[in-house]
């Protein structure tokens, strides 16, 4: 793509423009509402808006809840929604109908996996995770230590891609190990089934975090033999702002499975208002309370579009732009500016993001927002750049690409507002 005497890419706009005129995927785009001049290559943080969502959540509202009233929870299948929305999910992460529950935050589906996962190993104190994994799996690891510790915090072994390895922290003290299959900070992802396989050699059980590759790579957690998941559906799944996690439980535990939050709406009967807990009978025991419904609606439409593409198509799609966005840095940035990709090449190690390490990263990206490149920052010096090929285009990324060199070349990330730090980064 590129010629190397001049250090140029040979690709132009109008061949980019082509490459979406001949992309399949590109009918879908405009199923999604996307502002005019915005180029939007953060739906790895939050996914766009599809078109039929406002429609149908204000039907929902009007409908359902204005005039079914509390009659929806049967005639509009509210109560089941966790379960019949999770069944649109399954098929993402190559699970079976019946085996995904929606939850409240993946945060909390976490808490959740994690406990039932380390209570299938009783006597084993070790829990191991990764050093670079969000924050929030760590955070909540601390809790699930002290309270399955018996009084002892319950150990925990961290691993990181420079070390230590898997294989330097698993044996046969090890419970659980949770994971995240693409990293958040540089998309690298993980070769599930060889890890899992790792894992239960030792005879641990694994949490998967799918909160990066759900909706942006081909996941098959019962063809890689795994035994918990959880993730998010506000990002590449498009749900909306706090849009409800997913846990998904192998068939094999679901029986044994005794997750932390024991609630109504877990409950075999709920409607027997009994004293004491008895677990349904599936994963829908994961359930906790009354579910975020209007929350639920929204991500129903979203799930509904995946129903009309192929996850291969969309791996090919996100390859295609994450390798052209990589080759345009590597020619018209890194020269001169020493921006450096820090996502994996290979192919096979990706995700559908790519991270780049600059200096001044916070204010580089400001400045690029302001111009109508959404990406995002994350401390200490990434600049990250979600490609969702069911609204990205070729012509994105090139322009992109195009926008943050001017950037760079004309230094207008100096001036003085674009260091004031927003909430969110
Ligand atoms: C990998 C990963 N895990 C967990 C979370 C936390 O999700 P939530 O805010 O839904 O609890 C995030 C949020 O971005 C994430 O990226």
Redesign the pocket.
């Known amino acids: 793509m590129t010629t190397p005497a001049l250090g140029r890419p040979t690709i132009d706009r109008e061949t980019c423009v082509a490459l979406d005129a001949a992309d399949p995927l590109s009918r879908i785009r405009s199923r999604f509402s996307l502002p005019d001049g915005v180029v939007y290559l953060d739906g790895n ?1 939050l996914g766009a808006l599809p078109r039929d969502t406002a429609a149908h959540v204000q039907r929902v509202i009007t409908e359902e809840w204005g005039t079914g009233l509390i009659r929806s929870w049967n005639d509009a299948g509210w109560f089941a929604k966790p379960q019949t929305v999770g069944d649109l999910v399954a098929p993402l992460i190559g699970a079976g109908p019946g085996q995904v529950v929606l939850g409240d ?4 589906s ?1 808490f959740q996996a994690t406990v039932a996962a380390a209570r299938l190993r009783p006597g084993r104190r070790v829990i191991v995770a990764e050093r670079g ?2 924050p ?2 760590l955070y909540v690891l601390e809790s699930v230590q002290e309270l399955l510790g018996g009084g002892r915090p319950l150990e925990r072994r961290l691993i990181a891609d420079d070390g230590p390895t898997l294989d330097d922290v698993l044996d046969e003290d090890v419970a659980v190990v949770l994971l ?1 299959h693409v990293d ?1 900070r540089t998309g690298r992802m993980h070769d599930m089934a060889e890890v899992t396989r790792r894992i239960h050699a030792v005879g641990a059980v694994v949490v998967w ?1 799918l ?2 590759s759900v909706g942006a790579v081909p996941v098959d957690l019962v063809g890689a033999d795994a035994d918990f998941a959880v993730g ?1 559906t ?2 590449y799944l498009n749900g909306g702002p706090g849009s409800p ?1 997913f846990i998904w439980v192998a068939e094999q535990h679901q029986a044994d499975a005794r997750p932390a939050l024991t609630g109504w709406h877990g409950h075999a009967k709920p409607f027997d208002f009994t004293v004491d807990y008895a677990p349904a009978s599936g994963v829908e025991r994961f359930r906790v309370g009354t579910p975020q419904l209007l929350s639920m609606s929204a991500l129903e439409v979203s799930l509904r579009l995946w129903a009309e593409v192929d996850l291969g198509e969309i791996r090919e799609k996100s390859l295609c732009l994450t390798e052209l966005f990589i080759s345009l840095v590597d020619a018209r940035l890194t020269p001169r500016w020493g921006v450096e990709v820090v996502t994996p090449r290979e192919p096979a190690r990706r995700g559908s993001q790519v991270s780049l390490r600059v200096g001044s990263g916070y204010e580089i990206m400001q400045a690029l927002i302001e111009r109508g490149v959404i990406g995002d920052f994350r401390a200490p010096d990434l600049i990250r750049f979600g490609f969702t090929p069911l609204y990205t285009s070729y012509a994105d990324v090139w322009d992109a690409v195009d926008t943050l060199e001017s950037v760079l070349d004309g230094e207008v990330w100096r001036e003085p507002r674009f260091a004031r730090r927003g909430t969110v980064t």
């Not at 935050?105 to 909390?108: A, D, E, G, L, V």
């Open positions: 943080s935050s993946t945060s909390s976490i994994s969000f929030t799996d995240t958040y975090d909160c990066h998010c506000y990002k996690s």
